[in-house]
């Protein structure tokens, strides 16, 4: 099923008005089999939470999540999977990350491995979109809850 009819089922089965959009439909990670590990994690409720870097916002003029958006998370190839919707968003930087904020994203039990999976993550995608990682960048941490999953496939 394609993003839009899945969207529009979506919108029908939530009774919510036909014009409301999505902020964006996309998988997590950088690579096929962290999207899927990933997305997993999503679906089990494992994990509620992602982060990325402020200044990828600015270099590539998308707008930041807010609290409220819809957005679409999908497989590696791109089918659609679930809708989360975020519940807040904060702004911190790298360096002060806590357990307490770093544990809702789902992937690691302490803080170093964190720190380790997110600088090689922030090179990876720093190099594709023109920025480097610094221990004081400025992350935009985004909570969020799935609001639905696979049922409209």
């Known amino acids: 099923m394609n993003i839009e009819t ?3 089922q979506f919108l029908t089965t939530m009774n919510l008005p036909k014009e409301t959009k999505y902020f964006e439909a996309f998988y997590f990670g950088s690579d096929q089999q962290s999207a899927e590990h990933l997305l ?3 679906l089990e409720g494992k994990k509620r939470a992602t982060s990325s870097a402020e200044e990828e916002y600015f270099l590539t003029n998308e707008p930041e999540p807010k609290v409220g ?3 679409i998370v999908t497989d590696f190839s791109g ?3 679930c809708i ?3 519940t807040e968003v904060l702004k911190l930087k790298f360096n002060d990350m806590t357990y307490d904020i ?3 994203e789902g992937e690691d039990l302490t803080l170093e491995t964190w720190q380790e999976k997110h600088i090689e ?3 990876t995608v720093g190099a594709i979109v023109g920025y480097q990682y610094h221990p004081d960048m400025m992350l935009v941490f985004e909570k969020f809850e799935m609001v639905s ?3 409209y496939c």
């Open 79 to 81: 089918n659609p999977k």
């Open 149 to 151: 999953s696979e049922r």
């Open 40 to 42: 997993q994690l999503v």
């Open 121 to 123: 993550f922030f090179n």
């Open 102 to 104: 770093f544990r809702l």
């Open 6 to 8: 899945y969207w529009q």
């Open 69 to 71: 958006d819809y957005s």
């Open 84 to 86: 989360i919707q975020t």
